[in-house]
């Protein structure tokens, strides 16, 4: 899995979701905007992350606490239910300036 660049910048995070309000748009393949890295940090429970971007290795890993999902810029993906489960997403991207 990849890092997150160490100069990205923390800009904002989604609300705390659970196993019955994680909105079905994360559950079905999509992307974050350019330059847009997004960070899963599973607060209860496990999460499936999977990677389906054809421009990148197919990739399948289970989230938990200690193992939050890093979201690339523009590369696809989703997010499935395995349980009972809280997280958020926190976005970051380049600082002021850069792209």
């Known amino acids: 899995m990849k890092t997150i660049p160490a100069d990205a910048v923390h800009y904002r995070s989604s609300p705390v979701f659970t196993q019955d309000t994680v909105p ?3 559950q079905r393949a999509h992307t974050t ?7 899963i940090a599973i607060l209860e429970g496990s999460l499936l ?24 810029p523009q ?14 997403v926190d976005f970051h991207r380049p600082p002021e300036g850069q792209a």
């Not at 696809?76 to 809280?86: A, C, D, F, I, S």
């Open 75 to 88: 590369i696809e993906h989703e997010v499935r239910l395995v349980g009972p489960v809280r997280f958020q």
């Open 24 to 26: 079905a748009a994360l």
């Open 33 to 39: 905007a350019a330059g847009v890295w997004g960070r």
């Open 49 to 72: 992350y999977r990677i389906t971007d054809a421009r990148a290795a197919a990739e399948e890993i289970l989230l938990t606490p200690e193992q939050p999902g890093v979201v690339e």
